[in-house]
C-alpha cells in the first residue's frame, strides 16, 4: 500500500484533481484485454514530463511500483499492477506536435489514439502503416512499448520501423532524447530500439518522433473463400513465391468466421473452412494488374469465390470483420488463451496442421485467425477457465505449441509482447544467457525495480 504521506506529495505533483484513490476509479485501471484483474493502491493522470520524472524519483525514495498505462488494450498484461502501486495513464499527453510535411517526420504524444493519428497524417497525403487492429482504442505510446504490428506489417514493417527518437523519462527520473530527426544516425547504441518493445519497463515514454511515407495512391481488397485450410495456406506461398507483394494477406479459419458472423451479422460464408483477405496498394495500373494476378492464384489454389470490393464501403466491411475477430471471440470466452506465434512464412501449412494435431489430441477447440503474410498466427485456445483440468489440457498446449513453433525457426511472440502470460516461457527462446543478459539491462536502466515490475521476467 502507497501510504496516505506519500499520496499527498503525489497530489502535490500532479494536482489533487489527477489523483485517484477510490475503488471504482481502481477497478477501471486494474484490467486490460487479458480479463486479469490486479488492483493499483491509485490511479495517476499525468500530461507533464516534469510530473512523470517527480513521480518517478518518488517512487525510487519511498520503493512503490509505477505502471505506465495507455489504453490497456495489452493482451499480455503489460499495464496490469502486479504488485500493486501507482497506475501512470498516459492519455492526457495526447498533443500531435507537428507533422512535418517537408522531411517526412512527425512528433507526437503517446496517448494520442493511433487510429486518429493515422487519418491527420493521411488528410496530407502521408502514411503511417503500423495497424494493430486495435487501431481505434490502442494509443501509440503502447503500440511503441509493445511494438505493435498490424495487417500491412507484410510489407511496410511494424512500429519500430517508423520511430526513429524518443523522448523518455528513465525509472530514476532522469529525461532522455534517444534517436535522431534524421533519416539516418549512428551515434552510440540504439537505444530506441531497445525501448521499443520494452514494455513499460525501461522507461516512461513521453514523445515519440516517427517517419512518414507517401500515402500510396490507390488499393485493393480481395476476398477469398475455402473449403479447404490447406488450399488457403498454399494460397499464401502461392502469392509470396509469385514476387507480388500485398499491403495485407490475412486469414481467419471457420472457428473465427463463426465468431465474427454471430457477433456482426453481416452474411459471412459460416460453412466455409477459411477466408483470406488480401489487400494490395501503390499506383492505380499496379493495383489493377496485381489483384487481378492474385485473384488468379487464389482460384487455381482452390478458392471457391473470389471477389474484389468494388467500392470503399464493401472494403471497409470486409475489414470490419477482420478486426471483429479478437472483439467477437473475447465475447464468447473472455477467458480464451490468445498466443500470437510466428513461423518463416513457408511454414504456415506446417504450423496449422501441427496446431489443429494439438488441438485433436488434448480435446481443445483452438481458432486460429492472423497475419498469414508475415507468418503471425493467433492460436486462440478456448477455454472455460473454472475447470482446472481444461485450464492445464490449455497450457500444456500452449508449451506444445511455443516448441513446435521454435522447431520450425518462429518465435513464441510477434507482436503481443511477453508482459506476465508468456514470463514463464521466456527461457524457451532465449536460454538461460538471454534472459540474463536482458536482466542485467533492466538493472542497469531500474537499480530499483520500481517500474512496471513482474513484466517479461518470471519473479
Ligand atoms: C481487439 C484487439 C485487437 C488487437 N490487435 C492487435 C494487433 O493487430 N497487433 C498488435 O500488435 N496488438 C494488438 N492488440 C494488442 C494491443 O492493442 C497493443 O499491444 C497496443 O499496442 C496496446 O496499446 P495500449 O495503448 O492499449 O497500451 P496498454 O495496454 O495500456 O499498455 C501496453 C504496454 O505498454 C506500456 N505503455 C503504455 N504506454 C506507455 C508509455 N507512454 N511509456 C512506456 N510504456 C507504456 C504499458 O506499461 C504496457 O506494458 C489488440 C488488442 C485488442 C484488444
Known amino acids: 500500500m502507497i501510504a496516505k504521506s506519500v499520496i499527498k506529495k503525489i497530489q502535490r505533483i500532479v494536482g489533487k484533481e489527477n489523483v485517484r484513490s477510490e475503488p471504482e476509479e481502481r477497478v477501471c485501471y486494474s484490467y486490460d484485454a487479458t480479463n486479469q484483474i490486479y488492483l493499483p493502491d491509485i490511479v495517476v493522470f499525468t500530461a507533464r514530463v ?41 492519455t492526457r499527453f495526447n498533443r500531435i506536435l507537428k507533422i512535418d510535411t517537408e522531411n517526412l517526420t512527425a512528433f507526437v504524444e503517446p496517448g494520442v489514439v493511433t487510429g486518429d493519428f493515422q487519418k491527420e497524417v493521411e488528410r ?47 525509472p530514476t527520473g532522469e529525461i532522455i532524447s534517444t534517436g535522431v530527426q534524421t533519416m539516418k544516425g549512428v551515434v552510440g547504441y540504439d537505444l530506441t530500439k531497445l525501448i521499443v518493445g520494452s514494455e513499460g519497463t525501461l522507461g516512461v515514454i513521453t514523445k515519440i518522433i516517427v517517419k512518414l511515407i507517401p500515402l500510396p495512391a490507390d488499393r485493393k481488397t480481395i476476398q477469398a473463400i475455402y473449403n479447404r485450410l490447406e488450399d488457403a495456406a498454399t494460397t499464401v506461398a502461392g502469392i509470396i513465391a509469385s514476387k507480388i507483394l500485398p499491403a495485407a494477406l490475412e486469414f481467419m479459419d471457420r472457428g473465427a468466421i463463426i465468431c465474427v458472423e454471430d457477433f ?99 480435446g481443445l477447440n483452438i481458432v486460429n485467425f492472423g497475419h498469414a503474410g508475415d507468418g503471425n498466427i493467433h492460436g486462440n485456445i478456448m477455454i472455460d477457465k473454472n475447470k482446472e483440468e481444461e485450464v492445464n489440457r490449455a497450457e500444456a498446449a500452449v508449451r506444445e505449441i511455443f516448441q513446435a513453433t521454435l522447431d520450425l525457426g518462429g518465435t513464441i511472440s510477434g507482436e503481443h509482447g511477453i508482459g506476465i502470460t508468456k514470463a514463464p516461457y521466456l527461457k524457451m527462446e532465449l536460454g538461460d544467457l538471454g534472459v540474463d543478459i536482458m536482466q542485467r539491462v533492466k538493472k542497469v536502466f531500474d537499480p530499483n525495480g520500481i517500474l512496471n515490475p513482474g513484466k517479461i521476467f518470471q519473479s
Not at 520503493?63 to 489504453?71: K, S, Y
Not at 487501431?135 to 501509440?140: N, P, Q, Y
Not at 518463416?344 to 494435431?357: A, G, M, T, V
Request: with cysteine.
Open 124 to 170: 496530407l497525403g502521408l502514411f503511417y502503416p503500423p495497424d494493430p487492429a486495435s487501431l481505434k482504442f490502442s494509443t501509440l505510446g503502447g503500440n511503441v512499448a509493445e511494438c505493435a504490428g498490424g495487417p500491412r506489417a507484410i510489407k511496410y514493417g511494424v512500429t519500430k520501423d517508423y520511430v526513429i527518437g524518443l523522448e523518455v523519462v528513465l
Open 264 to 362: 456482426l451479422r453481416i452474411g459471412l460464408p459460416v460453412d466455409a473452412e477459411a477466408i483470406l483477405l488480401v489487400e494490395v496498394d501503390g499506383d492505380p495500373h499496379v493495383v489493377t494488374k496485381d489483384a487481378g494476378k492474385i485473384q488468379d492464384i487464389c482460384s487455381k489454389c482452390g478458392a471457391n469465390r473470389v471477389e474484389i470490393a468494388g467500392d470503399r464501403e464493401s472494403e471497409e466491411n470486409l475489414w470490419k470483420a477482420r478486426r471483429a475477430i479478437s472483439p467477437s471471440l473475447l465475447r464468447i470466452n473472455p477467458a480464451k488463451i490468445n498466443e500470437d506465434i510466428t513461423v518463416p512464412r513457408s511454414k504456415i501449412p506446417d504450423i496449422l496442421r501441427k496446431i489443429n494435431h494439438i488441438a485433436k489430441r488434448s
Open 50 to 90: 516534469s510530473e512523470v520524472s517527480d513521480i518517478l524519483k518518488l517512487a525510487n525514495e519511498e520503493g512503490f511500483p509505477v505502471i505506465p498505462r495507455g489504453a490497456g488494450s495489452g493482451f499480455t498484461g503489460g499495464a496490469l499492477p502486479v504488485k500493486g502501486g501507482l497506475v501512470l495513464v498516459m
